[in-house]
């Protein structure tokens, strides 16, 4: 599946539930906010599998799966099962902010899963509660020696906002002194409650680092990362531009959002409905070409500051 300015799609990301078992202070108003907690209109595990496999057909090999958070759902083991009997999909990921991992994670990889994203924005316990409002830096790290005693990938993404130091850009460095594992830097963008924060841009976590430690330059690009090492570490530290740099020239990815809308594009507010096409009133034909047509017409560059983003909320469009 192409688009109109030629790039191909093989990546779908779909969020799961917009609810969340915290609420990070840039992405989710505080707890007496009580809008998520319902989700009515949330896709079923068989729409969710019925999507995937539609997908499939049209080229995409990769799915994340995300949220709000993801292993709220209790279905998560039965959809990833589901998505995993799917022959093209060559690899399902999940994002997650870790607390409910530990415990589900092997089963996670018996039925599937592949990769796991785990977002963590401090190692300090006490900052950890107040960006999260009320999370338990324990469960998340622990998650963390789980995923990795099971072999499994696995990426730490950060965003740093204005609220925090360069002390926590460093500690979060160090998780990559005795393990193979990814941390990268994340920059805020102006997406709901991202749009009343200032975060640390790519450059300004390089430069904080490079006073500190030799930081080796890896010239690698994956997906939107670019990957630097500190000397003698054995893991890596990446840095994922979206203000700073523009890298929609290279964008292979759409999400559907957890009430089933189909976004092409990261930044824009318009949206096709999914689960209203899943309708048998509409022919295989009449669906195929409705999606392919939404796909090849997206975006050709994300544009933020606009009254849509400022709309939007991340917890529903999965990061
Ligand atoms: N709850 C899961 C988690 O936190 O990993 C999955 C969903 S969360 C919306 C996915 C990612 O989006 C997280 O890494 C989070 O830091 C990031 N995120 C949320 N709001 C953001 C913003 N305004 N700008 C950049 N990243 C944001
Ligand atoms: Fe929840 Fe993830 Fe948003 Fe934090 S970033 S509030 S963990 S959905």
């Known amino acids: 599946m192409k688009d109109k300015y030629g790039r191909v799609i093989d990546y779908l990301r779909i969020s799961l539930t917009e609810n969340c078992n915290i609420r990070?202070?840039?992405?989710?108003?505080?707890?007496?906010?009580?809008?998520?907690?319902?989700?009515?209109?949330?896709?079923?595990?068989?729409?969710?599998?019925?999507?995937?496999?539609?997908?499939?057909?049209?080229?995409?090999?990769?799915?994340?799966?995300?949220?709000?958070?993801?292993?709220?759902?209790?279905?998560i083991q039965e959809i990833i099962k589901g998505i995993s009997k799917i022959s093209n999909i060559e690899e399902i990921c999940l994002t997650t902010n870790g607390l409910l991992l530990e415990s589900k994670v092997e089963e996670l990889k018996k039925n599937g899963l592949n990769r796991v994203n785990i977002s963590l924005d401090t190692t300090d316990e006490e900052e950890y509660k107040k960006l999260t409002r009320g999370g338990e830096l324990k469960k998340v790290l622990r998650a963390v020696k789980r995923c990795r005693e099971l072999n499994i990938p696995v990426k730490i993404n950060a965003?740093?906002?204005?609220?925090?130091?360069?002390?926590?850009?460093?500690?979060?460095?160090?998780?990559?002194?005795?393990?193979?594992?990814?941390?990268?830097?994340?920059?805020?963008?102006?997406?709901?409650?991202?749009?009343?924060?200032?975060?640390?841009t790519g450059q300004?976590?390089?430069?904080?680092?490079?006073?500190?430690?030799?930081?080796?330059?890896?010239?690698?690009?994956?997906?939107t990362s670019?990957?630097?090492?500190?000397?003698?570490?054995?893991?890596?530290?990446?840095?994922?531009?979206?203000?700073?740099?523009?890298?929609?020239?290279?964008?292979?990815?759409?999400?559907?959002?957890s009430n089933g809308e189909l976004k092409s594009c990261l930044s824009s507010e318009k949206t096709l409905n999914i689960k209203e096409l899943l309708n048998d009133k509409y022919s295989e034909e009449e669906r195929e070409r409705i999606i392919l047509e939404t796909i090849f017409n997206r975006n050709e560059k994300n544009i933020f500051n606009t009254s849509d983003s400022e709309k939007m909320n991340m917890n529903k469009i999965g990061g």
């Open 226 to 257: 670019k990957y630097y090492k500190i000397e003698g570490y054995k893991g890596r530290i990446g840095v994922i531009n979206p203000m700073s740099e523009c890298f929609c020239e290279t964008c292979n990815r759409v999400r559907i959002t």
């Open 159 to 200: 965003v740093i906002t204005n609220l925090q130091k360069a002390e926590s850009i460093i500690n979060l460095a160090k998780l990559t002194e005795n393990d193979s594992l990814d941390i990268r830097f994340i920059e805020l963008m102006p997406i709901g409650l991202g749009k009343g924060l200032k975060g640390f």
């Open 24 to 75: 990070c202070l840039y992405c989710m108003p505080d707890w007496s906010c009580k809008d998520f907690q319902e989700d009515k209109s949330m896709l079923t595990t068989e729409e969710i599998i019925k999507i995937s496999k539609l997908f499939s057909k049209f080229g995409i090999k990769k799915i994340r799966l995300t949220g709000g958070e993801p292993l709220l759902r209790r279905d």
């Open 204 to 223: 300004d976590i390089i430069n904080i680092l490079e006073k500190k430690y030799i930081l080796e330059n890896l010239y690698t690009f994956e997906g």
